[in-house]
């Protein structure tokens, strides 16, 4: 009797850990993996990943983390400007999250590279760079999942405030402090300081009045030709006819100009006016 | 003595040539259709001014509209710049007093033309301060008809910029007069002048920017006077009181950054006056000026550093942040296009001007620089602000040419000063033949700017928006008055306090033509209000029957261009209504859902269902599939999207058609009002049969 009550507390212990140790298995496997994703956040905020790495740590369950991942082609050999633009963009967004106080590993960013990782997009039927998907702890990611980039652009803030919509978890952007602004400013304050102190005893080049003609005369001409449009829109020099090969330097609508145009103007206004200012100063001086 | 009587002679004769060009060039638009005042905005002026006409001045100041904005309504009278009003007005009462009976319409209509005359003049005195007579009528005769300023002053576009712009050229005649005599009397003067221009329009800013940069610059360059002394303190002081008297700026001189650079420097004036006292009553030595000029520049450093950045900067992040704003195409950069369009060989000839100006400078020729170059930067950012680059590169240009053709038609021997001899160009006594060259093609230059500008204003700035034309191949015209047509059925044929919902747009229009009450208006102060209208137009019709009962909405207007290709109408702006509303109301309206899948916008079967049911889809396209246009395209083909619409059978449940206009091109709708009773829809009048509960349960027998 003492016999059998052993054997049936021994079989009941063991049969105990049976389903316990599936499900101890799993929470093993999970925490690995969150901890895997943590070591590799903490080296870089962005985590690169493969398509086995994909298949891992994003496809294949237990998953109590959501990840958004971006696909992109960054190889120079793609030529996707907006993809490096972006790209920028995705960095100061992880990294603002990763600096953050609300730190905590229930979202990670992550980011596939085509030429790394083109199963994955072959996978995901994806064939547009660069593309945000957001992947929930649970489920598949629905159409809201995808980020629209045509609709909202790829600023900081509007992909944090995707992020917050999705995820519920609220990113403070921060961009880092851009030094090169106060960096020229103040070289430029010193160099005119020891241009002063250099000269302090006859400061008559401040007063020659060609140099501040010449130098409002500059100013004009650059705004009257349309640098202030290529600063704001940006537009690339010249475009090349992709079926014909022929590069035209003009634009052909009137509502937008190319680089080398502003140039064009540029120079032909300086010929204008350097031939009235000439002919009509010989009479003044 | 002849000689000077010919000279006035001539020159006011050719001011009144002047004067006469730039009136009649900018007709054209009246001799085409009719004297009818253009666009939106200067629908709400001459609204305003005849409500000032008819009910006196202290009522106008006092105005709250309750006819706008409903149900908030407007305070006019402290949101308005009155000096439109008050000039049309005052105007309107003189020629009436002395029996000349002319409608209010026809002064607000002809107000803008009469005063580009005026612009002319004062744009002649100001030149002739800075260089001389000849250089003065040049300059009166170049913004007579420059199209940068025709553009904004054409007879029927009643609005301030019209009168803004002579203020403007006056005030700184005035200050540039003041400056040159030191006279509190030419300052008294310019003050004035500056009150009429705060009155007149929200670009006094620069005015109030500029000047004291001026006097700034001219302490920096060591060129303090007892004159600048006298005239920036008479005219800091009396222009910032009389500035306050309008209502609409208040105590903002006082309050705002951008009007604290002229405390600044009137400030750092008065400390300066100071010092140069103090130097003149004890002896010191020539590094005094260092000195000066030392804390001049720190205390500039410092005032600069105080004051926020300035109005273009400030718009560029308003444009990125407010989608209102940013919807506004006169907000975008200036291309070179632009430039070259509206100033012709001016722009490129004023930089010459610039030059001579530099070289040889004196205290106002720093202030025609500094406007320059303040000026060409403000145009270069924002295409609006080309107007106010306008004036100085006429300035600037009759400058140069002037210059030029002194050098070539002057009379060698009565010149006081023979051409020096260069060291590096020499210089001979220019033969007749180059002379004769020269000024041929200078001629022949101004004669080309002048067929331009004719050209511009009569294909470009010339239509008055509110009545279309369209020209067959023969040349005779088609034109479409569907607005009117609207706006008068409109007023006929709805009660008086009807109320009318439409984007904001057309809120002026309605209110001006069809003497209605409106929602939204062309003012946008109210974002919310204008999202709830979005909200209405891009949801399915029963929430937004909600929203326009909530708002007692009767009618509702729409633009709608497919029957003739109009691409200004209502469905091409609807992706902007969604997105103010999306601003305001995130989780109803998501802009993602107007969309296909594959991020297009689309009208015909493909389109997202959600815009196949939204509220504008279904009232711009009611009706239109059954309507085929010519035979090659099928039924419902809508020209302005080159599509065929989507959803053809459209059955409208709470609003029915009222009014369509000729070609379609504006749809008005009724509200229908809630009935009595709610009819039930066929599946909630059916009573489902109760299931009969048949119970399997057998009575136990007891008696086995």
């Given at each position: 009797m003492f016999y059998k009550l052993l054997i049936v507390v021994f079989l009941a212990v063991s049969l105990q850990g049976a389903p316990a140790d599936g499900q101890k298995k799993k929470e093993t496997l999970l925490s690995e993996k969150v901890s895997q994703m943590m070591e590799w956040t903490s080296k870089r905020a962005v985590i690169r990943l493969n398509g086995e790495k994909f298949r891992r740590l994003i496809r294949a369950p237990p998953r109590n983390y959501s990840v958004i991942i971006m696909f992109t082609a960054l190889q120079p050999q793609r030529q996707c400007g907006v993809c490096k633009q972006a790209d920028e963009e995705y960095q100061i967004l992880a990294n603002s999250w990763r600096y953050?106080?609300?730190?905590?590993?229930?979202i990670f960013f992550a980011m596939v590279d085509f030429d790394e990782g083109s199963d994955v997009f072959q996978m995901l039927n994806m064939n547009s760079a660069p593309t945000f998907i957001n992947f929930p702890a649970k489920g598949k990611p629905k159409r809201a999942d995808t980020y629209e980039l045509q609709v909202r652009g790829f600023a900081a803030e509007q992909l944090a405030r995707w992020v917050a919509d999705r995820t519920d978890v609220h990113i403070r952007v921060i961009r880092p402090p851009n030094y090169a602004g106060p960096l020229m400013l103040g070289l430029l304050l010193a160099f005119i300081g020891s241009l002063a102190y250099v000269r302090r005893n006859n400061l008559e080049f401040l007063f020659n009045k060609n140099v501040w003609a010449f130098s409002a005369l500059c100013f004009v001409l650059i705004m009257t030709s349309g640098q202030m449009w290529n600063h704001i829109r940006g537009p690339p020099y010249a475009h090349k006819n992709p079926n014909t090969g022929q590069v035209s330097?003009?634009?052909?609508?009137?509502?937008a100009q190319f680089v080398a145009e502003t140039h064009i103007v540029l120079l032909f206004s300086i010929l204008h006016c350097s031939r009235i200012s000439h002919t009509a100063q010989l009479h003044t001086e | 003595a002849s000689v000077s009587g010919f000279l006035s002679l001539l020159s006011f004769t050719i001011l009144f040539l002047a004067w006469l060009a730039g009136f009649s060039s900018r007709l054209f638009a009246v001799i085409r259709f009719e004297s009818i005042i253009h666009e939106f905005d200067p629908w709400f002026n001459y609204r305003s001014t005849h409500h000032l006409s008819t009910n006196g001045f202290y009522e106008f100041l006092n105005w709250f509209d309750e006819r706008a904005w409903y149900p908030l309504g407007r305070i006019v009278g402290g949101t308005v710049y009155p000096g439109l009003m008050v000039t049309a007005g005052l105007i309107h009462y003189i020629l009436n007093l002395l029996h000349v009976t002319v409608h209010i319409r026809d002064v607000c209509v002809f107000l803008a033309p009469v005063f580009s005359g005026l612009t002319a003049v004062s744009t002649f005195l100001l030149t002739r301060e800075l260089w001389n007579q000849g250089a003065g009528l040049l300059a009166a005769c170049f913004i007579a008809i420059v199209p940068g300023y025709i553009s904004r002053s054409v007879a029927g576009s009643f609005d301030n910029e019209g009168i803004a712009i002579f203020a403007l050229q006056f005030t700184y005649y005035l200050w540039v007069k003041s400056v040159k005599t030191g006279s509190v009397f030419w300052t008294i003067g310019c003050c004035l002048s500056y009150f009429y221009m705060v009155s007149a329009w929200g670009g006094y800013v620069f005015i109030i920017n500029l000047i004291p940069l001026h006097v700034f610059v001219l302490l920096l360059m060591q060129r303090f006077s007892r004159r600048l002394y006298i005239a920036y303190s008479t005219f800091y002081i009396v222009g910032l009181v009389l500035s306050m008297q309008i209502p609409f700026v208040g105590f903002q001189p006082i309050r705002t950054s951008e009007h604290m650079a002229a405390a600044g420097v009137f400030a750092l004036l008065q400390a300066y006056a100071f010092l140069q006292y103090l130097k003149d009553r004890l002896t010191r030595q020539e590094f005094q000026t260092l000195f000066f000029l030392g804390v001049s520049l720190a205390a500039g450093v410092v005032f600069l550093t105080l004051t926020k950045p300035s109005l273009p900067p400030l718009l560029r992040y308003a444009k990125i942040h407010i989608p209102i704003i940013a919807s506004v195409s006169e907000h975008q950069p200036t291309t070179w296009v632009s430039f070259f369009f509206d100033l012709h060989i001016l722009v490129c000839t004023f930089p010459a001007g610039l030059w001579f100006c530099i070289k040889n400078i004196n205290d106002e020729r720093v202030f025609v620089a500094l406007y320059a170059i303040s000026a060409v930067y403000f145009a270069g950012v924002m295409v609006r602000l080309m107007l106010t680059l306008t004036p100085v590169v006429c300035m600037l240009s009759a400058i140069a040419f002037s210059s030029v053709f002194e050098h070539y038609l002057g009379d060698d021997m009565k010149r006081e000063n023979p051409i020096k001899q260069h060291p590096f160009y020499p210089v001979k006594n220019s033969s007749v033949y180059s002379k004769l060259i020269v000024t041929m093609l200078m001629l022949m230059l101004l004669m080309m700017f002048a067929v331009h500008c004719t050209w511009v204003t009569s294909n470009a700035?010339?239509?008055?928006?509110v009545v279309l034309a369209s020209y067959n191949h023969d040349g005779s015209r088609n034109i479409l008055d569907d607005f009117r047509e609207a706006y008068y059925w409109l007023r006929q044929n709805t009660d008086e306090h009807a109320r009318v919902m439409s984007w904001w747009d057309y809120g002026y229009q309605i209110a001006g033509m069809a003497n209605r009450t409106t929602l939204v208006d062309n003012n946008t102060w109210n974002n919310s209000h204008i999202a709830l209208v979005g909200k209405a137009m891009s949801s399915n019709e029963s929430a937004a029957y909600e929203i326009m009962k909530s708002l007692d909405v009767d009618y509702v207007l729409i633009i709608f261009g497919g029957v003739i290709g109009y691409s200004g109408d209502d469905i091409n702006k609807f992706l902007w209504m969604v997105r103010i509303a999306e601003g305001e109301h995130p989780k109803d309206i998501r802009?993602?859902?107007?969309?296909?899948?594959?991020g297009e916008f689309r009208v015909d079967k493909a389109g997202s269902p959600t815009l196949l049911n939204c509220l504008m889809y279904k009232m711009s396209y009611y009706r239109f599939g059954e309507m085929q246009l010519d035979f090659r395209t099928p039924p419902g083909f809508d020209r302005t999207r080159n599509a065929e619409i989507g959803n053809k059978d459209i059955r409208l449940k709470h609003l029915e058609e009222a009014f369509t206009s000729e070609h379609w091109l504006v749809r008005i709708y009724r509200v229908k009002k809630q009935e009595n009773r709610q009819a039930l829809d066929h599946k909630l009048r059916n009573i489902a049969a109760k299931q009969k509960y048949t119970s399997k349960k057998v009575l136990p027998s007891r008696f086995h």
């Open positions: 953050s106080n609300a730190f905590t590993n229930r330097y003009i634009h052909g609508s009137s509502q | 700035y010339s239509s008055p928006s802009e993602s859902d107007y969309f296909t899948p594959q």
